[in-house]
């Protein structure tokens, strides 16, 4: 057997197949293990039930954990004949089980198939994200510890401000980074429902036992109502990149400051060989291509983002429709682009090198006027009165007011350089691993059961 599912033998115009099945044999490689896990979660529950016979359950489970393994180690093929990952799933079935393939499909329709592989895929992939994005910021917190004490120039609008130190801004960045952990708890949860059973959004008129597939796959619950789980595709898939948004806007803003920072004229940090690259054409350039593409990368996430709401707008009416097909794309390669974006920020802070001297001989003595006002505002003086004086000569105004670079450390208060506290944010990270070591761990339980018939 082969072709699509819905052929009835009538001649399938190619140029048709080509346009409607798009992306769709490259991506579902991706999918496939997943799909293989949920189809077999569906086909334990059809035993159970009595529609599938017992006798080609084993079968059936060992082919599918055959398919997962296949897929992961790229030996799996989905043919533009085939359409899609489901297809070509259960066209290997049929070949080499017969009947048993042929009976996979009851109770089920790929509109549900592809929800199922697609949360599967979500929930694994938001997971990695999780990690990815606590450990990076555990390192951000500890360069953040190496580095609280030395003197850089702040800056706004790109110019120097006031003394700061490089440990508040590196503390900052992976303050910031922490607080997508919440969003993308939530984006767990939302797609860590069962769809399997809602079949085309109308359900079938068998007894499926819905809950117990929900169970086998570690879903934490069913998606009850089978329209309302149509409706989610698109929405969930928003969601999920959503999430992403913050930490992708973060690793932008951390990337550009390194590139800054590291540019021939500040030299405040030197970047490794391994993460830079060379010029065709002038041999004395090292380019920090890397974080350039990181920064890029953070500009695609927000076009897939916009993408998905564009495909899935509101003026879609209820149940599945096609346009739906088209939030695939950008939802797995913006989980795919998220990941490597971490990867490779990893990579960078690994190989980072501080010029502490650098840093500390860049600070310019104007930038302690602020400094100067606040003294004089301390003796008395009206700020705004002191405000103008200072900024009628700044470069006068702090003569004598000592070394700029350490004046970063009257700035006591909650937040600020002179009282740093990394302590919150490591605990914070140690709680976000914590829950993704939890959640992987149940994961993990499911891939050791879900092929195996007497578990």
């Known amino acids: 057997m082969s072709g699509p599912l819905w052929d009835r033998g009538q001649p399938i115009d190619q140029l048709m197949l080509r346009f409607t099945t798009g992306r769709d044999p490259e991506l579902d490689l991706r999918l496939v293990p997943h799909d293989a896990a949920a189809s077999a979660a569906h086909a334990r529950m059809l035993a159970q039930i009595g529609v599938l016979g017992r006798e080609d359950l084993a079968p059936l489970l060992a082919e599918l954990q055959a398919i997962a393994q296949d897929a992961r180690e790229g030996r799996f093929a989905v043919t533009a004949q085939d359409e899609d990952g489901h297809t070509a799933i259960e066209n290997r079935l049929t070949e080499r089980l017969g009947q048993a393939g042929r009976r996979i499909h009851t109770g089920r329709s790929r509109n549900d198939q592809v929800i199922a ?3 599967l895929h979500g929930r694994e992939a938001v997971l990695q994200v999780a990690r990815r994005l606590t450990q990076l910021a555990s390192t951000l917190a500890e360069l953040a510890q190496q580095h609280r004490e030395t003197s ?3 800056y706004t609008h790109t110019r120097q401000a006031m003394p700061s130190t490089l440990g508040l801004l590196l503390g900052a960045h992976a303050e910031g980074l922490l607080e997508a952990v919440p969003w993308l708890q939530v984006a767990f949860a939302h797609l860590n429902r069962s769809p399997l059973g809602s079949a085309s959004g109308f359900g079938v008129p068998l007894p499926l036992d819905r809950q117990l597939v929900a169970d086998l796959l570690g879903f934490d619950s ?27 806007q973060d690793l932008g803003r951390l990337a550009s400051d390194l590139i800054w920072f590291s540019s021939d004229e500040l030299g405040y940090i030197r970047l490794g060989t391994r993460v830079t690259t060379g010029s065709s054409i002038m041999p004395n350039k090292r380019n920090p291509d890397v ?40 939802f797995l390669e913006g989980l795919q682009c998220t990941l490597d974006m971490l990867a490779a920020m990893a990579l960078v802070l ?5 010029d502490v001297g650098r840093c500390r001989d860049a600070v310019l003595p104007t930038t302690a006027a602020t400094d100067v006002l606040y003294g004089r505002v301390a003796g008395g003086q009206p700020f705004r009165s002191a405000y103008r004086e200072v900024a009628a000569d700044p470069a006068a105004a702090v003569a004598g007011a000592g070394p700029p670079a350490e004046l970063w450390r009257e700035r006591r ?14 605990e914070r990270a140690v709680a ?12 993990e339980a499911v891939a050791r059961s879900i092929f195996d018939p007497d578990r």
Not at 350 to 354: A, N
Not at 413 to 426: E, I, K, S, T, Y
Not at 432 to 443: I, Y
């Open 152 to 154: 850089i120039p702040g």
């Open 350 to 354: 690994d190989s980072i090198e501080v």
């Open 413 to 426: 208060h909650q937040g600020g350089p002179g009282a740093l506290d990394l302590a919150p944010v490591l």
């Open 291 to 330: 974080l350039e593409l990181v920064r890029a990368s953070a500009g695609r996430l927000r076009g897939w983002h916009a993408m998905v709401g564009a495909v899935a707008s509101a003026a879609l009416p209820s149940g599945y429709h096609r346009d739906l097909q088209l939030t695939k794309e950008p």
């Open 432 to 443: 976000a691993l914590r829950w993704v070591d939890q959640q992987h761990a149940r994961l």
């Open 222 to 248: 069913v998606q009850a109502n089978t329209i309302a789980v149509q409706n989610d595709r698109g929405k969930a898939e928003m969601l999920v990149l959503g999430a992403l948004l913050g930490p992708a």
């Open 117 to 119: 592989a697609l949360r």
